[in-house]
Nanobody, 112 residues
Framework: QVQLVESGGGLVQPGGSLRLSCTAS?????????TGWYRQAPGKQRELVAT???????NYADSVKGRFTISRDNAKKSMYLQMDSLKPEDTAVYYCKMESFWGQGTQVTVSS
C-alpha cells in the first residue's frame, strides 16, 4: 500500500523559510511518477503549488514563482519544497501528491 508522509511544517514569521519533505513508502514507481505539492487554506479549495516530473521538469503556481523550489530524490523516494520569503497568504495545509495518492498534510502558518 502506497503511503506518503509529509514533514517540515510549522510556524514561521513573514519573510522566513521552511523546507517541506515528503517520503513515499510501498511504491515501486516513485522514480517515474509525477509528484507535486498542493495546499488548502481555510475556506478555500485545494490548489496546486508546484509539480515535478520524473525528468525533473517543474511547474509552479504564479503565486509562488521565484519563492518556492520543488525538488526530488528518486533514490530516497522523496520530494521537497523549499519555501522562502514566506507570506501570511502562504498559510495553509500542504499536501504532497504522487499520481493518485495523497499525503496526510502538514500545517504551515506564516504569522508574526
Amino acid at each position: 500500500q502506497v503511503q506518503l508522509v509529509e514533514s517540515g511544517g510549522g510556524l514561521v514569521q513573514p519573510g522566513g523559510s521552511l523546507r517541506l519533505s515528503c517520503t513515499a513508502s510501498g511504491s515501486s514507481f516513485f522514480s517515474i511518477a509525477t509528484t507535486g505539492w498542493y495546499r488548502q487554506a481555510p475556506g478555500k479549495q485545494r490548489e496546486l503549488v508546484a509539480t515535478i516530473t520524473r525528468n525533473s521538469s517543474t511547474n509552479y503556481a504564479d503565486s509562488v514563482k521565484g519563492r518556492f523550489t520543488i525538488s526530488r530524490d528518486n533514490a530516497k523516494k522523496s520530494m521537497y519544497l523549499q519555501m522562502d520569503s514566506l507570506k501570511p497568504e502562504d498559510t495553509a495545509v500542504y499536501y504532497c501528491k504522487m499520481e493518485s495518492f495523497w499525503g496526510q498534510g502538514t500545517q504551515v502558518t506564516v504569522s508574526s
